[in-house]
């Protein structure tokens, strides 16, 4: 019965998270797309820019709302399924929740509607203005969340104590926990992997109207800027994602083993590229291998040890063993402390060996799919790479002058943008099914950290969250895909606004004048 | 008053989830009770102009929730664990009504399809309707206890909260938030939907009164110690008596004055008056145990360590005014009357 609880609302867990993470990373880089045009228009006054941000702004309003609902709900699942995770964690981990609030969604929110509705109200330079505050809005609200879900990759500035309802980790260093070792790499990463989001979806779109011929200037413009901003996205994101595994490896090294399907430790680790895992009998096999390239790119070292599944479960074992052999020494010295100072020392020693001795007891059956981890981890990794090829094709294009005309290619930048998300998805579920069987590292096993719900309860709301999700989704595309094909609500001084749906380019006196600057 | 209210991290704190409440009760409170009166007009340019009054500022609202949820957790995480997971299909209805809320509001204006109209319109009067009525039930079982034990494990079901008190408070709830949403379209709008406004705003003073009436009856006869806390410490009784005087200017501002733009003024000093009388009459418990007062959760067993109070505290005090701030900025843009055209749907 517990465990059917627990599975469930694992589950649970992860499907509004997966479908909360749909969202999201498209809001990050739209967000500061849309800033980035509107300054644009601030600067040069060409109308196309104003319409270009008003119509994405619209687009990003559809998908800000089914954020917003999916995010409500996981902020309250803490509570509702996860309460012995939140009473262990709340000191620490609700503070960057409440700050995200505070300091950033109500700033996107808000602004959001000043943005949408104040054109006309307000000049331009405050309009422009709310667009960057739903930009740093949407970047401090990742922030926030990173910083919560990093110090569960990674915990520090805290220590345990014993409270009436249970232990507790208390905070001791807010620095030290809010921005430990992997917190700023985990923030680019994501950010940056919402850039490449919102910058092929924004790149699909404008390749779906130039392929249609319809507001043909306005998408060249669209997708000109559109590129640029994913080019320079892409290719960081290759330095960023090689940082975040050098961070992995040297703080979650049973992470990196299972990003990376090695069971045994090799000294001089090659980098294997496809593989199947057999998980039963503790074996990978690979198909092709680089010599050396992990123990490089993870310990920056071609001599590097890099640890294998097995040695790393014996060692926490061993480490479990250690602490559990320390309670009974320590609670001997409790009873002999006279000096009030020393007494709380050894009873804070005390918890940490309790929980710790529980914790890092696992066994190599309490481990997650390996080969989940391992597939999701390297898909991503291959779509990140096939990013930067598709960007510098088409930036190679536009030199040429070709990329408005190659319809093949526009219809490779359309089919496109769903697999930024997909590498999104990718990522997390690999980061977060890599942390398993904690779900605060070293510390608090997922196990320990259900509600006391009864499993029928937590079966319904799973089962009624499937279904609105589903149709949440069905009627998010719908929307999505209306709003585009009714297109921007061009000015009358746009070049296109001689543009009929039918796709015949009237002229205007503005349209040769941008014409040549498409080029 | 007691002083530990003001001169503790605890009792600080205490204060400002009270604060927070009574922010999202101003805010998303006049969302809600617009949203309520939806269905109770087949006039689509009332129902349209009425959804415009809200457009602009809607998702910055609901924030104030978010927001408060967070804050619950970092300051009192037991209390939020606690009485999310024994509040646990509560809650999840409350979410399906907002993001039911949410999403009708985006989407119901996307396509000119009587169908598609009127479902979206159910979903959007229940996803207004839920939350409001739910939030004074859950209100009300805090604050006249459940069966949890000293782990704050819950020992009930979802049919243990539908007491009688909690679903007065339920009704109570409604109504403020209908009194207040009115108060706010009678700024925003003008004609056919003013006139109807008018209406809906006699027809819930009466219920909030009334509701009001009932539930105090029953708080007096059931668990008349819920008023201990006013006798003990005489200061309190500031709450229910700018209930009374908020009453009393609604009255009067929208039946003798008639002077509409100053109602929501009334509406928002009832409401601040109904909100900090619960929560004063409560003091210093968040949740009583209905199975031994000893498994209360109280300010004090139930809080975040100092440091993590204070740093929160004074985020709190930064950026609270400045969300304020902007918060009444935008408001003013968006000051007059709106019609059924506009809205960034059509």
Known sequence: MDLDALTLARWQFGATAFFHFIYVPLTLGLGILIAIIETLYLKTKKQVYSDLAMFLMKLFAINFAVGVASGLTMEFEFGTNWSEYSKLVGDIFGAPLALEGLTAFFLESTFIGLFLFGKGRVSDKVHAFSAWMVAIGGSLSALWILIANSWQQTPEGYRLVESPQGIKAELTDFLAAAWNHTTWIRFLHTVDAGFITAGFFVMGVMAFYLIKKRHVEFAKVGLKIALIFTTIASLIQILFGDLHGYLVAHHQPLKLAMFEGKFQTEKGASLDLFGVIDQEHHQSRMIIKIPYLLSILSYHDPNAEVKGIDDLVKEYQEKAKEYESKIPVIKEKLAQATNPEEKQKLQDQLVEAKIKAHALNIKYEDLPSIALVFTTFHLMVYLGFLFALIVLIALWKLKRGTLYNSKGFLWILVLSIPLPYIASELGWISTEVGRQPWIVYGILKTADAVSPVPAANVALSLTVFTIIYTILFIVFVYAMVRAINKGPNLSPSSPDYNTNAAGNVGVSTAFSQINKEGR | ?346
């Open chain 2, 1 to 346: 008053m007691p002083m530990e209210l003001i001169t503790t991290l605890n009792g600080i704190w205490f204060l400002l989830a009270g604060i927070f409440l009574v922010g999202y009760s101003l805010t998303d409170g006049f969302d809600l009770g617009s949203g309520i009166l939806h269905i109770f007009t087949k006039d689509e340019e009332i129902r349209l102009t009425n959804m415009n009054a809200i457009a602009p500022v809607w998702d910055g609202n609901e924030v104030w929730l978010i927001a408060g949820g967070g804050m619950l957790f970092a300051a009192f995480p037991i209390v939020y664990a606690v009485s999310f997971s024994a509040f646990y299909l509560a809650m999840f209805l409350v979410l399906w009504a907002l993001i039911l809320r949410a999403v009708a509001f985006e989407y119901r204006n996307k396509k000119d399809s009587p169908t598609w109209k009127k479902w979206w319109d159910i979903a959007y009067w229940i996803g207004n309707i839920v939350p409001a009525f739910l939030f004074g039930v859950a209100v009300g079982n805090a604050v006249i206890g459940i069966p949890i034990d000293e782990k704050g494990v819950f020992y009930g079901n979802l049919f243990t909260l539908l007491k009688p008190i909690p679903i007065l408070m339920g009704f109570v709830s409604v109504f403020m938030f209908l009194i207040h949403g009115v108060a706010y379209l009678l700024i925003k709008t003008e004609g056919k939907a003013f006139e109807f406004a008018k209406k809906a705003a006699i027809i819930g003073f009466v219920g909030y009164v009334v509701s009001v009436a009932v539930a105090d009856f029953f708080i007096i006869a059931l668990k008349s110690e819920l008023f201990n806390n006013f006798f003990d410490y005489p200061l309190f009784w500031i709450a229910p008596i700018l209930m009374i005087i908020g009453v009393f200017l609604y009255f009067k501002w929208l039946v003798v004055d008639e002077k509409y733009d100053k109602v929501i003024y009334a509406s928002s000093i009832t409401i601040t008056g109904t909100v900090l009388t619960i929560a004063l009459a409560s003091y210093p418990v968040f949740i009583r145990s209905t199975i031994d007062e000893k498994y209360n959760l109280t300010i004090w067993n139930s809080s975040s360590s100092d440091l993590t109070l204070t740093i929160m505290l004074v985020s709190t005090l930064i950026f609270l005014p400045i969300v304020i701030g902007y918060t009444t900025y935008v408001y003013k843009v968006f000051k007059g009357k709106v019609s059924a055209k506009g809205g960034y749907g059509h």
